[in-house]
């Protein structure tokens, strides 16, 4: 009563493209044999009578209805048990609810027949009315508060906790004061599908604490990095978002660190309302990025990707300003994770985070069973088996595998696949290659003449979007693939090596390879996931 439902609903069912039906449209009153005078005679004098034909009228449009409707029912369903049954069996059921001034203030502007005995009511006694009936409403799915918000605003909440709902306890949410900030306010408000990650922020170190609790113990844990842990609910990924500098009230967070004003929207739980600056709807509208702050706070491989993922979207941004990051240095510490690569599977630069061992276990999880993989042998080497606390990547050697047949085809499949696992739905940059028979430098003395004589020529390919026009040995193209004839340290043919002159000159520290299915096995045990194990587990340096 008076909280807006016909109205919401058109709108709700306009957007979902589903039909609307309003209990109270006269046409299904009709249809039971009474008129718009008939049902508003015995709404008056026998409101028994009316309940009984307007539990007729529900169950009719529930059981001979479309069923991918938005159904407003009038106030008074509720009275019945039959009718509260039939809409718990039926659908997601919304309490719309308003204060008793709010609801005054609607009633008094309406012209709604049904209604005229209560215009005018005290707000007291309008509060009592609402006291007796409240209990009634309990068993909705969802509620939703309207108070002194725009019909536009009640329309996203509700599209929001639909999203929500049967996946996180929105509750949970309220009590906590938790705020969901970022791309997923921005698809919301732009009518698009919500699949994004959900990134919620925390008033306090105590609502994050109670909030991490909830989702351990209900959600399967991702990774942690020192800016926020990821949980899978169901489809969706959730960013719990607990740094220190990441801590505090919306107003406070966005001043300082919100990048451009379209990313600034929130959605508050614990009012349950939007909050924005002031040109967000202005800039959605005509997709512009406006930066929403100096941007020092920033870091550039940060914004590079938030850029380019949003011209994807069709905004555009003053390239005076693209150029203004770009030149800023790059630098990683625990609040900037992310770095400027160049992607030549990709040919472009790609914008991934630094990895860490859970990061790598789960993109681990994610590729043991491809198809391709039993076909050969995989290893991981390089910086992250042998400094992983220094490495911005991944680094992936894939090998001949004994008593398999292998196409050249499978090798580009594995290999494409790995990358875009690792960077597209775990984030960091993977660098793979393949050595038909492996030869690793680190298992031999740092002494370039010995290097020359144990180095064999063999099968080196690595994977590029164009040919590779600095190969200097002979070579043959095959779809992405890089065929070289080339010493398994002089890589591409490529003098002076830049691998012998690490491991010769920089002194520098390699482990052995580590069979990737050595640590798939290792992990599939549930094994606790922490740097320090890993290393203890696989990490062996050469004795030279």
Not at 86 to 92: A, C, F, N, R, V
Not at 295 to 309: C, E, F, H
Not at 397 to 413: N, P, S, V
């Amino acid at each position: 009563m008076g909280v807006g439902k016909t109205t919401v609903g058109k709108i709700l069912a306009e957007n979902f493209n589903y039909n609307f039906i309003d209990i109270d449209d006269n046409k299904y009153w009709e249809k039971h044999g009474l008129s718009k005078k008939e049902q508003y005679d015995i709404f008056w004098n026998d409101r028994e009578k009316f309940r009984d034909v307007e539990t007729d009228v529900f169950k009719d449009v529930i059981v001979n209805g479309d069923k991918n409707s938005v159904i407003a029912t009038g106030g008074s369903i509720v009275l019945r048990e039959e009718n509260i049954d039939l809409m718990k069996s039926s659908g997601t059921v919304i309490f719309l609810n308003a204060d008793a001034k709010n609801i005054n203030e609607r009633i008094n502007n309406t012209d709604d027949p049904k209604k005229a005995h209560i215009k005018g009511s005290s707000i007291e006694s309008t509060e009592s009315f609402m006291k007796g009936r409240a209990p009634k409403y309990n068993f909705a799915d969802l509620k939703i508060d309207t108070n002194d918000k725009s019909i536009e605003e009640v329309c996203y909440n509700i599209k929001l906790y639909l999203r929500l709902y049967n996946n996180i306890d929105i509750e949970v949410l309220k009590k906590n004061n938790v705020y969901l900030m970022g791309g997923s306010i921005l698809r919301l408000f732009m009518n698009l599908p919500l699949d994004t990650d959900l990134d919620f922020y925390f008033v306090d170190d105590n609502s994050f604490k109670i909030v991490e609790d909830y989702f351990r113990k209900n959600f399967k844990f991702l990774h942690k990095t020192p800016l926020f842990i990821n949980y899978e609910v169901n489809n969706l990924t959730v960013s719990l978002i607990y740094d220190k500098k990441l801590l505090g009230i919306y107003e406070n967070l966005n001043k300082s660190y919100s990048d451009f004003t379209i990313s600034a929207g929130c959605f508050d739980f614990g009012t349950e309302t939007f909050k924005y600056p002031k040109s967000y709807f202005d800039d959605v509208k005509n997709k512009r990025l406006i930066a929403n702050s100096d941007l020092d706070n920033q870091s550039p491989a940060n914004l590079l990707k938030r850029i380019k993922k949003f011209e994807g979207m069709g905004f555009t941004i003053d390239d005076e300003l693209v150029d203004e990051v770009k030149d800023r240095p790059i630098v990683t510490d625990e609040f900037n994770q992310r770095v400027v690569k160049k992607s030549w599977l990709r040919n472009e630069d790609v914008y991934p985070i630094v990895p860490n061992i859970d990061v790598f276990v789960n993109w681990l999880m994610d590729i043991k069973d491809h198809l391709n993989l039993e076909k050969f042998n995989v290893y991981l080497w390089g910086g992250f088996i042998s400094r992983p606390y220094e490495t911005k990547d991944i680094d992936v050697l894939i090998t001949k595998r004994d008593g398999q047949h292998a196409t050249l085809k499978e090798l580009e499949e594995l290999m494409v696949d790995m990358f875009d696992s690792a960077y597209d739905t775990h984030g960091f940059f993977l660098d793979t290659c393949y050595m038909r028979i492996p030869q690793w430098i680190g298992d031999y003395p740092r002494v370039r003449k010995v290097l020359k004589l144990v180095e064999k020529k063999q099968l080196f390919i690595t994977i590029t979007k164009y040919e590779d026009k600095e190969i200097v040995c002979k070579y043959r193209r095959y779809g992405l693939l890089n065929c070289s004839y080339t010493g398994s340290f002089t890589l591409r043919g490529v003098e002076p090596s830049s691998l012998i002159h690490r491991w010769v000159d920089l002194n520098g520290n390699y482990a052995r390879m580590v069979d990737l299915r050595k640590i798939i096995k290792y992990y599939e045990n549930n094994k606790e996931r922490n740097m320090k194990d890993f290393l203890n587990e696989f990490q062996e340096y050469s004795g030279y």
